[in-house]
Structure formats: C-alpha cells, structure tokens
C-alpha cells in the first residue's frame, strides 16, 4: 500500500470516528433533554392541578352573637343541618360536615372581617371544600371503585352530587395557594410564608455574602504578596466550595444558635449559614473576573498617576463587575435551593403566619417542599409538584437574568 492510500485510509478512519463523537454527544443531550422533559411532564401533570381547588357556596347568616362568640365552624353546620334536615344521626352529620374543609371557619372570619356591614344579613359565602371532596372532582379519587377501597362512602356521594347539581360545589382558581402560609389542612395550604422566608433569607445572604466576596477577591488578586499564606487561604476557599452544604448547618447549630443565642427558625440565621455556603463561589467568580481585565488597564491607569487603590476602584472593578454579578446569582439560586443547612438551625419548624421580618420564626421553599412530601395526606402530593414548579421558574429566573448581564455587560477585550 503506498504512502497516499495509507493516508487517506487513516483519514476515512480519523472523520468516522470524529462522526461518531458527534452522535454520542448529540445522544448524550437528546437522553438529558428526555429524562428532564420526562421530569417536568411529571411535575408538571401533578402540580397543575392544584391551580383549581374545591368551593362549596353555603348561604348562612352571621349573627353579632357569633362574631362575639367565634362560633364560625357552627354556623357551617347549622347552614348543613338545615340544607339536609333528614340526616340526623350522629355519625351521618360528621360525615356530612366533613364535605367541608375544617378550616372553612377561619375562611368565613376573614370575609366577615374584610366585610363587616354583612353582619346580621342571609348571604351566601363561597368555603374550600376538604381535601377528599376536592381530590373527587379532579378526578385524582376514582369513584367507581369499592366504597371500602376510597375515603369517600356511597352516602357523601350523593350529598356531592345535590351540591354540584345545584351548583353549590365547584372547582374555582385557587388563590390561596399564592396568598396564604402553610396549614394542616392541605386545601387551604399555600406558599406565601415560605417564598417570603426564601426571599428574606436570600437578602441577608446578599447583604452578607456579596461585599465580603468581593472585598476578599480584590484582596487576593491585587494586593495581597503571593506567598504561601495567600495560597494556603486560596486552597482552603477552592475546598469550602466542595464542603457539603449540611456541614454549613451544623456551624450555623453550633455558633449562631449555641454561642450567640440566635433566634431559631430566623431569616437572619438562615441568611447568614447561606452566605457562609455562597461566600466560596463568590469570592472564586470575583477572582476569575478580575483575573479577566486586561494587564494594560492597569497600567494604562497607573500611567496616569493613578493610585493602585484607585486603579482598582475606579477602572478594574467596574470592568469585572459584571462577571462578579454573574456568579453571585448564580450563588444565589444554588443558596435558593439548599434544604439541609436550613433543616439544622430550625426553619422546618411548622410555620402559619407570614414573616415580617428577618427576625420571625420562617421557614423557605426547599423546606415546605420536604414537609409537603412527607405529609400523609394525598392533596399535599399536588402542591408538592406545585411548589416544586415555583421553586424551578425561580431558579430559571434567576439563572437567566444572570445570563442577561453576562450578554448585556460582557466586554471583550
């Protein structure tokens, strides 16, 4: 074979083989792009549901005497007596008042409350259903099996049916899973409390972690001798970066809470065990961001008189901003879905009231997602994939607006 035959031969070989790691890389990414649109269908197919919720219209008329007393949960049962006068046995009317959700009472207050002018007047007022009614008209309870093998007995079937033929039972938007905390009754749960506690905990992270990371990156890479203690503190910044995030937990437990005497379950607390977990990434994407504006800058600027700190403040800081800004969001949004650092100081603790401050009891979103998919209760399983969405399109969120600053603010030199 002579030398041209040899070369092309070894040619034809080197291109097929080059085509074939071009398809294992384009296998590779149609397999991940199959496996997460197989992850999002599922979310997404038991999260969208928790859109509609379950609204039985009761007409009832609250009395003075009941505002004064804070009987609401009986005038729901006396609105139910009366609309079902021939259920009279005990253990039928606990049946028949547990079409409606427990805490239907709290919901009837907060109207009275907002309207106090219906006082004493017949009106008809739109209360969650409970769970299981509301897992029966989205089809998630199949009512065509045995009665012994559902929660709902052949009895409140036919109560459902005469409140959906009048139309007294509907499936209604559900607003209360935007406006309203946490709560045991799964229909009247919602995500408010825990997105203010994410968003509390986020800010005193960015108070805390953002000029620390900076001012340490500056540090390093303009002033600081290059000597063996700058490289032994950057070893130890590169391995913080890998330390799990439930060791950050365990520091947080054992200073902020044990020495200190924190609050538990804070904001501020959670705040600060995530910038001790974000500082790392940080000060690493300051630093390759300075590393990134070009030598002439500086000494263009110093060949103007200008001072190294000026040099810095004034013409290399600016250029490696917008970098610096990339990574701490991308920081941020990995702080944005850490559960275990804040299963360790507390904030898994039940919270109902929205916090006001970094200083109330709180808990986030990565958190209330742990305790809706632990919870027993069949209707937390959809606001588990719903919390799991809102968590996602912040993440998304946040991971693109870090690549709107990269395209907007990127120079290239």
């Known amino acids: 074979m002579s030398n041209a035959e040899r070369i092309k031969s070894g040619l034809s070989r080197r291109y097929a083989a080059e085509r074939r790691f071009r398809l294992y890389g384009i296998a590779a990414i149609l397999l991940a792009l199959g496996f997460l649109g197989v992850m999002l269908s599922v979310v997404i197919g038991r999260g969208a ?21 804070g009987n609401w949960q009986g005038v729901i049962k006396a609105t139910l007596r009366q609309q079902f006068p021939d259920v009279r046995k005990r253990q039928a009317k606990k049946r028949l ?42 089809g998630i309870i199949d009512r065509t099996v045995a009665e ?27 607003k209360g899973f935007f406006t309203s905390g946490d709560s045991r009754e799964p229909e009247l749960a919602g ?27 500056v540090h390093l890479e303009e002033f600081a001798p290059k000597n063996r203690w700058t490289d032994l503190i950057e070893v130890n910044i590169n391995n913080l970066a890998a330390v799990p995030s439930i060791v950050f937990g365990l520091l947080g437990l054992a200073v902020f809470l044990n020495v200190f005497g ?14 001790l977990m974000t500082l790392p990434t940080i000060i690493i994407a300051a630093r390759a961001a300075l590393k990134s504006v070009p030598p002439s800058i500086r000494q263009a600027a110093m060949a ?49 009231d ?43 969120l946040m991971n693109l607006t870090a690549v709107i600053l990269r395209k907007r603010f990127e120079r290239r030199w």
């Not at 427990?102 to 259903?129: D, F, H, S, V």
């Not at 968003?199 to 992270?205: D, I």
């Not at 994939?385 to 996602?392: E, G, M």
Request: include cysteine.
């Open 97 to 138: 008042y547990g079409l409606v959700s427990p805490g239907a009472g709290y919901i009837l207050r907060q109207q009275i409350e907002q309207n106090p002018e219906w006082i004493g007047q017949r009106r008809t007022y739109w209360l969650p259903a409970s769970d299981d009614v509301d897992m029966l008209l989205k």
């Open 262 to 275: 924190l609050p538990r379950s804070a904001p501020l607390v959670g705040g600060m065990v995530l910038a």
């Open 304 to 352: 103007m008189g200008a001072s190294p700190v000026q040099v810095v403040l004034h013409h290399v800081l600016p250029s490696a901003m917008p970098g610096m800004l990339t990574g701490t969001i991308i920081g941020m949004a990995q702080a944005l879905g850490e559960t275990a650092p804040l299963l360790m100081i507390g904030m898994v603790a039940f919270i109902v």
């Open 49 to 69: 549901s928790v859109l509609q919720q379950a609204y039985v219209q009761l007409p009832a008329t609250v009395t003075a005497e009941t505002v004064e007393m």
């Open 191 to 217: 995500i408010l409390g825990a997105a203010v506690g994410s968003a509390l905990s986020l800010l005193v992270c960015l108070v805390l972690a953002f000029p620390l990371g900076v001012m340490t990156a």
């Open 148 to 174: 012994s093998e559902r929660r709902i007995s052949n009895q409140e079937l036919v109560w459902i049916d005469q409140f959906v033929a009048s139309g007294q039972l509907q499936l209604q938007f559900n």
């Open 354 to 396: 929205i916090p006001q401050g970094i200083l109330e009891p709180a808990t986030a979103l990565p958190v209330q997602i742990f305790l809706w998919a632990d919870a027993p209760e069949r209707a937390f399983g959809e606001r588990t994939a719903a919390a799991i969405l809102v968590l996602l399109i912040f993440l998304v």
